[in-house]
């Protein structure tokens, strides 16, 4: 199933390597990263409130009880329609609800990404993504796995037409996806 565009959903566990892979794609193909921890992002810095996994974790919990479950998925899958990029990653499905209408697409693959937990661990540890990242001890990091928005996100993984392995370098994980690319595009 090759296509002149293509939509790469990305689902990992926390700290799986998602944006390495978007990274990637975006220095290599130029393509568009639409994210749906964005729109939560820009709320809590409107508020001036921190970028907490836990903050942006239960900010989209109230948003999709107030206004419907599908609401990020609709703008997402909007945004990803609308983009004049060859190649559009999402890099954090994490619901199934996020890929209800991106799936109804032609162009839309939906690829996992496998981290040993010890892996990632280390990894949010050092790339401080968000706030409360820096100082995040074992016990805290195996806590966010618990969050509402994280739960799903082993069996969204086992759906995936793609499972990228990534407990190697950055050499390993970047062969993947080019396979994947080749496979696709």
Known sequence: MK????IIGLVGEIASGKDTVAAYLKK???????SFSQPLRNILDVLFLSQTRESMSWLG????????QNLLAKVITQKAEKSKSRIVVIPNVRLPQDIVFLKRLPHFVLVGIDTNPKIRYQRLTKRRQNADDKNKTWKQFLKDAKLPTETKIR???KKSRIILDNNG???DLYLQV???LKKYV
């Open 155 to 157: 069996k969204l993984i």
């Open 61 to 68: 919990t109230i948003l999709r009880g107030r206004f419907g």
């Open 178 to 180: 080019e396979k994947m």
């Open 3 to 6: 296509n002149s565009k293509i």
């Open 169 to 171: 370098d950055f050499k």
């Open 28 to 34: 290599k193909y130029k393509s568009e990263t639409i």
